[in-house]
Structure formats: structure tokens, C-alpha cells
């Protein structure tokens, strides 16, 4: 994969505290698993930030008062590369990473995976959607952890 490539994912951090480490060999990955969903990307923006901030956007955007770990706009067609901004918070991904006993490094990787695979067309609306969403996630989480 040419390094132009992964320029085709950012990373913007407006939490001054996170730090991403290894975030080109990330990029990579998510390249792949978006070619191997059958998708192409224009520009994906992952935007890590406070709960604070995202319960904003929440409120603001989708008229929802509940705190969130990540939300994901999409901007493009169907029929054309990935488009989107997709806001993460920091401060669920941790609370997320402690509840559930994972490291949270673990736990930011399957958050961006399952921001990755909504725009991949998955869907967790349902029981039946969010058993395939979570297969989905735990697949690309170990294919990229081992």
C-alpha cells in the first residue's frame, strides 16, 4: 500500500491528553478491511474527543441526551468512495475499556472498527444486526491484535 494512501485516513485530536500510537500501521489496517468489504475511501476524519463534546454533537445533530462512545457521519453515495467524520470519546472508550476488562487500546480499536463497519453498512438496530456488528468487530480485532 503507497504511503499517499494513508493519508486517506486522519486522525484529529481534540482531547490534548490522548496519545495513538502505531497510527500508520492502523490506517493501514482499516484500508484493508474497507477493501475487503468491497469498499474504496475518499477521507475518513476520526475525530477523538471528550464525552462533553460528543453528547454536543449528539444533542445537536441526532436530538439524543444520552452519552455515546462514538458517532459516524457518513457523507458519500452508495456508489461512491467513504466520505465521513466519525467522533470518538475518549472518556467512554476508557469507562467502556473498564467495564468490560479490556485494555483500552483493545477497546478504541473496536470502536473505530465498528465505526469503520457502519460505513461498510452494518447495522445495530436489531438483535440480529448488532450479532453480526459484533462478530464483525471481534473478527478485525483479532486479525489486527495478532
Do not use: W
Amino acid at each position: 500500500m503507497q504511503k499517499s494512501e494513508i493519508k486517506k485516513i486522519r486522525f484529529n485530536f481534540l482531547d490534548k491528553d490522548f496519545y495513538f500510537p502505531r497510527r500508520n500501521p492502523f490506517k493501514q489496517f482499516l484500508l484493508g478491511l474497507f477493501t475487503s468489504e468491497g469498499f474504496r475511501v475518499d477521507t475518513i476524519n476520526y475525530i477523538f474527543c471528550s464525552d462533553r463534546y460528543l453528547l454536543r454533537i449528539n444533542q445537536d445533530h441526532l436530538n439524543h441526551d444520552t452519552l455515546t462512545d462514538i458517532i459516524t457521519f457518513q457523507y458519500s453515495h452508495a456508489d461512491e468512495p467513504i466520505l465521513s467524520d466519525i467522533y470518538i470519546s475518549i472518556n467512554r472508550v476508557a469507562a467502556n475499556a473498564k467495564n468490560f476488562e479490556v485494555t483500552f487500546l483493545e477497546e478504541l480499536y473496536r470502536v473505530m472498527f465498528h465505526g469503520a463497519l457502519h460505513l461498510c453498512g452494518y447495522k445495530d438496530k436489531t438483535k440480529t444486526d448488532i450479532k453480526k456488528m459484533r462478530a464483525a468487530e471481534s473478527k478485525y480485532l483479532t486479525e489486527y491484535i495478532e
